[in-house]
């Protein structure tokens, strides 16, 4: 299984679209499932629910961090404005808001997310927005002799 199929079926069983991109790379990283699972549930739907940076490549950049630690700034900051950039070109933006506008949904800021029902997750475009995320998240790696 590759990463984003194991990202897409994460959000499907459940996690948040950047719980969702991170926990499909943590077999490669040195911490704690559940620490990095609460460090990173914040950053769904848009950063709590404000629809601004889709959560995927928020969990994307988080995940870069932690593949690789040791790199300096300017270098980790290029990989996940690499992310960021290659995300928008397959899907137009990176904004969460838009990205569901785009897809016919209201782009609510309200707290309370929806239910997970199946029909909540026909309506969505976010099971491939994580399996891009985390698609490109693995080809950086994979370049970078990192997996």
Known sequence: MTRAECAKENFL?????AQ??????????????????????PLGGGLGRLRETCGAVSGGA???GLLFPDLPKA??????QRLA??????????NCGALLRG?????????HPEERT???YRKRPCPDLI?????IVEAICRERGRL
């Open 20 to 41: 969702s991109v991170l926990l499909a790379f943590l077999d490669d990283v040195d911490a704690p499932k559940e620490t990095m699972l609460a460090a990173v549930r």
């Open 13 to 17: 069983a459940g996690y948040n679209c």
């Open 62 to 64: 988080v995940a870069l």
């Open 75 to 80: 270098e980790i900051y290029a990989l996940v």
């Open 118 to 120: 199946p029909e909540y």
């Open 85 to 94: 950039h290659e995300f928008a070109a397959g899907n137009g933006t990176y």
């Open 103 to 111: 897809a016919g949904l209201p782009a609510d800021t309200v707290p």
């Open 131 to 135: 399996a891009d995320a985390a698609r």
